[in-house]
């Protein structure tokens, strides 16, 4: 028997003037798309912004169902509409941004386990890393240079 140790990485920046000028556009896109959010049960509303490697910003809010399993996060919402709105363009950037109604999330929160797996898929198709930048509603933001960071091991196509 032996372990292996995997090193994985994050930059934190202590708020928005600290990361690059592109990034707090990416915000404010993020956070107002947060507010849009439909998220009556959770009251928890995530907003994503994704910069596409031909400019274009595609956004996406966590979107609840009466059927709870039946809604979808913001990430996956905004992933989904970029691969089909511009299924040749490679995926820079994604900036999540969330908030909770009844009490200010100071945590940075990161892409839950399936938009994790929903965002690998995309990464190893594009054969380039994704970078994710991650926050609450105020206090630090992470930077995650490639999914990878967040899903080390990930299950990938050529597994099949
Ligand atoms: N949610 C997201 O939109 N993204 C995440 O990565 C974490 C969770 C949403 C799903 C649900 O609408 C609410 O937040 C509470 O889980």
Redesign the pocket.
Known sequence: MKKISINTEFSVFENAQETPQEIQTLLKEAIAIRNK???P??K???G?AILLDNGKVVL?????NAAYPS???????AIFQAGSLYPDAKIKTIV?T?AAELNTTTNP????G??RQSIAEYEIRQDAPIEIY?TGEIGDIYKSDSLKNLLPLLFNKNML
């Open positions: 959010a439909y998220a049960y959770s928890f509303k995530v994503a996406g809010s966590n979107q609840e809604g979808l996060c913001a990430e996956r919402v999540v969330a929160i990161p892409p839950c399936a938009c991650f």
